[in-house]
């Protein structure tokens, strides 16, 4: 092994394990967001961050173990979260023009905070 391949290989290792460490202190954040949101819109865009951090998470462990096989289950997964993230935009979308009180009582929060703000 020449001195390049050595440091390469310890440079991949670091910058895994920084990834990793990143993408923690990220996944807490989120799951911080998704619990105390304060809407539901705010809930279903922290979920499909959830999902970016998990695809985040699955190729640096295809990374650090050299088994690239996760890569394509990272792709994958990002295809389903993106169609969850789709039905609940439609979920949503549907509670609002079904004039569902919870949404319109949300709304309407959101919009005295915004005006509160301005």
């Keep these: 092994m020449t001195a390049f391949e050595s440091f390469a290989a310890r440079f991949l290792d670091a910058s895994v ?3 990793l460490g990143l993408l923690t202190v990220a996944f807490l954040i989120i799951v911080y967001r ?7 819109p705010d809930r279903v865009v922290a ?3 959830l999902v970016a951090v998990g695809i985040g998470f699955i190729a ?3 990374v650090f173990t050299g088994y690239y ?3 394509d289950i990272a792709i994958t997964l990002g295809l389903v979260g993106f169609l969850a993230t789709v039905a609940f935009a439609r979920f ?3 509670r609002g023009l079904a004039g569902d009180k919870t949404i ?8 005295r905070r915004r005006e509160a703000g301005q």
């Excluded at 998704?34 to 539901?40: A, D, E, I, N, Q």
């Excluded at 319109?104 to 919009?111: A, K, L, N, P, Q």
């Design 69 to 71: 096989l996760y890569i």
């Design 47 to 49: 979920l499909d961050m």
């Design 92 to 94: 949503v979308l549907n």
């Design 34 to 40: 998704t619990v105390k949101g304060p809407s539901l």
């Design 60 to 62: 640096a462990i295809g």
């Design 17 to 19: 394990t920084i990834a």
């Design 104 to 111: 319109m009582d949300e709304v309407e929060d959101s919009i």
